[in-house]
């Protein structure tokens, strides 16, 4: 997660007026449609609706258009509720996966500028540990620091079957934290908001199933002013 109102100071950048009359500010990615986005400049107002330029649709590859987490230069319109991406600002961290077939480049960008990120597998279900240290590899690779939290521990009765998952996990995690939870008990969650807060963006990923919502939820009870913000 990221403060939903810092941009202005966490950009940390000088904008070139681009856009005319109308001076440019750094907004926040956050939120990814198809062809749009959801922006939120440092004015404490809503998420405004965006689109980029047509230079820069034109002149950006698939990997350069903004994504969540994304610092962008727009030609901000709060009475409007709309905004204009004239640039996309430097990253630094991308967390990238390989790309479907019809996606015009071999690597896709999900999610950019992410501090931690949280790699969530349950262990009340067959573990696939190649998965989860192929979720790990990728957030290595984005340059975050990656957190392996397993889910679920509650529902997981049998403690020889637990201390078995939770040894897979370790030798797959490569350096990486373990953290057990469970949404309904509470366990862990304290452990995983310590890698929350101010001016510290977190990504949450893992296969289907496996209790994202519910710990997200969990998480956003003791963060209300973060709900709603992709």
């Given amino acids: ?4 109102h810092g941009a202005a100071e966490g950009a940390g950048v000088a904008l070139d007026d681009e856009a005319g009359a109308d001076p440019l500010v750094p907004a926040r990615v956050v939120a990814a449609h198809r062809g749009a986005w959801d922006v939120l400049t440092g004015d404490r107002g809503p998420a405004l609706g965006a689109e980029v330029t ?4 034109h002149e950006a590859g698939p990997t350069e258009l903004p994504v969540v987490g994304d610092w962008v230069a727009v030609d901000a319109r709060p009475a409007e509720g709309a905004a204009t991406v004239h640039r996309v600002l430097p990253r630094r961290t991308q967390l990238r996966r390989k790309a479907p077939a ?4 071999p690597i896709q960008v999900l999610a950019a500028n992410v501090d931690v990120v949280l790699v969530a597998t349950s262990l009340n279900r067959d573990l696939n540990a190649r998965r989860v240290e192929r979720f790990l590899t990728a957030a290595w690779e984005s340059g975050a620091r990656p957190v392996l939290v397993l889910t679920k521990v509650d529902l997981a009765r049998d403690p020889v079957e637990v201390a078995v998952a939770e040894a897979q996990l370790e030798e797959v995690a490569a350096g990486a934290a ?3 939870t469970s949404a309904v008990s509470g366990e862990g969650l304290d452990a995983v908001r310590a890698l929350l807060g101010a001016g510290r963006t977190v990504a949450l990923g893992g296969s289907s199933g496996v209790g994202k ?3 997200a939820n969990a998480l956003l009870g003791r963060f209300p002013e973060l709900a709603g913000v992709g």
């Fill in 1 to 4: 997660h990221e403060p939903a």
């Fill in 54 to 57: 047509g230079r820069l649709r």
């Fill in 213 to 215: 919502s519910t710990l």
């Fill in 178 to 180: 373990v953290v057990t």
């Fill in 102 to 105: 019809d996606y015009g480049s």
